[in-house]
């Protein structure tokens, strides 16, 4: 005889001795009705789902950090207030939203680090075709042109201080996913922000809404595409990561000046994902 049927058998328990031991249906107690209710509520004050974050006070913590890295345009800084970065990242990097890192968002493509698109979007306030005043206005990247949607997060923070956004995005699931993120911001940023996703070839630009007083890429190919420069209007500015030498990309800064001339200036070593063309 082995040990075990040797002693008296416990478990499991007869289906009658567990079937008196259940309360009545009405006597049910839902706990997870209270915490879904809990989290709606979070939800609705934008904060990250799941965690006990308050992200107003972590999002200020990080324009804070912005501010001391050099960001110092106003409106800049108010948009990187404004968007809910946690809302564009997956669930599991949640916490890590608010860090000045860039982050997976599916397919092999990151979400930039707020560092370096604070720095893009500061530099494109500075375009040639502003005066000092209007730089700090409420609209000054006017006509915007956004290539690389991604998860949608930098649409965002630029539809905040465009006239009117046009974002491209070449892999058809990132394009509908950043749709989907922009649609949760109900309201968070501007009851006016005119943003268009398309799901194209960015290397083409987007010549229906042509031209633009401002274009940003987040990708980074060997050369500028020339329909980027034909695209950019008098007095606009582009800025786009290009592969300099030894292969390590440059931030590409280009002007059109008010006569139509073209002035190219480098800023300092970045790293972006490779530009890449057609759809996926
Ligand atoms: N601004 C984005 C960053 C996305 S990463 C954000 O806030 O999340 C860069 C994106 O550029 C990737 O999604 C990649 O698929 C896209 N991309 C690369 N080449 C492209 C092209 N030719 N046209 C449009 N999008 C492109």
Same mark, same amino acid.
């Given at each position: 005889?082995?040990?075990?049927?040797?002693?008296?058998?416990?478990?499991?328990?007869?289906?009658?001795?567990?079937?008196?031991?259940?309360?009545a249906?009405?006597?049910?107690?839902?706990?997870?009705?209270?915490?879904q209710?809990?989290?709606?509520?979070?939800?609705?004050?934008?904060?990250?789902?799941?965690?006990?974050?308050?992200?107003?006070?972590?999002?200020?913590?990080?324009?804070?950090?912005?501010?001391?890295?050099?960001? =110092?345009?106003?409106?800049?800084?108010?948009?990187?207030?404004?968007?809910?970065?946690?809302?564009?990242?997956?669930?599991?990097?949640?916490?890590?939203?608010?860090?000045?890192?860039?982050?997976?968002?599916?397919?092999?493509?990151?979400?930039?680090?707020?560092?370096?698109?604070?720095?893009?979007?500061?530099?494109?306030?500075?375009?040639?075709?502003?005066? %000092?005043?209007?730089?700090q206005?409420?609209?000054?990247?006017?006509?915007?042109?956004?290539? =690389?949607?991604?998860?949608?997060?930098?649409?965002?923070?630029?539809?905040?201080?465009?006239?009117?956004?046009?974002?491209?995005?070449?892999?058809?699931?990132?394009?509908?996913?950043?749709?989907?993120?922009?649609?949760?911001?109900? =309201?968070?940023?501007?009851?006016?922000?005119?943003?268009?996703?398309?799901?194209?070839?960015?290397?083409? =630009?987007?010549?229906?809404q042509?031209?633009?007083?401002?274009?940003?890429?987040?990708?980074?190919?060997?050369?500028?595409?020339a329909?980027?420069? /034909?695209?950019?209007?008098?007095?606009?500015?582009?800025?786009?990561?290009?592969?300099? %030498?030894?292969?390590?990309?440059?931030?590409?800064?280009? /002007?059109?000046?008010?006569?139509?001339?073209?002035?190219?200036?480098?800023?300092?070593?970045?790293?972006?994902?490779?530009?890449?063309?057609g759809?996926?």
């Amino acid at each position: 005889m082995s040990r075990s049927d040797a002693r008296p058998r416990r478990f499991p328990l007869g289906l009658d001795k567990v079937a008196s031991a259940q309360p009545a249906a009405d006597k049910l107690l839902r706990p997870q009705a209270h915490m879904q209710l809990i989290e709606r509520e979070r939800r609705h004050q934008g904060a990250p789902q799941g965690l006990g974050l308050d992200s107003p006070r972590v999002r200020a913590r990080m324009v804070a950090r912005l501010r001391t890295d050099g960001i =110092g345009h106003e409106g800049v800084l108010a948009a990187f207030e404004r968007v809910p970065r946690h809302v564009f990242v997956d669930t599991a990097l949640v916490n890590q939203a608010y860090e000045d890192t860039s982050l997976p968002i599916g397919l092999g493509q990151t979400i930039s680090k707020p560092s370096v698109v604070a720095a893009m979007m500061q530099l494109l306030c500075a375009r040639p075709g502003l005066s %000092a005043e209007a730089r700090q206005g409420t609209r000054p990247l006017g006509a915007c042109l956004e290539i =690389g949607t991604g998860c949608g997060y930098q649409a965002a923070l630029l539809a905040c201080l465009s006239a009117r956004v046009v974002s491209i995005e070449r892999l058809r699931e990132l394009h509908l996913k950043a749709r989907r993120h922009l649609d949760q911001l109900n =309201g968070l940023i501007s009851p006016w922000a005119d943003i268009r996703l398309v799901h194209g070839d960015g290397m083409l =630009g987007h010549g229906p809404q042509a031209p633009y007083d401002t274009i940003i890429a987040a990708a980074g190919g060997e050369a500028l595409p020339a329909a980027w420069t /034909d695209q950019l209007a008098p007095g606009g500015r582009l800025v786009a990561p290009v592969a300099g %030498a030894a292969g390590a990309q440059v931030l590409t800064i280009v /002007d059109r000046l008010p006569d139509g001339t073209l002035k190219h200036t480098h800023s300092g070593a970045v790293l972006f994902v490779p530009l890449k063309s057609g759809l996926a």
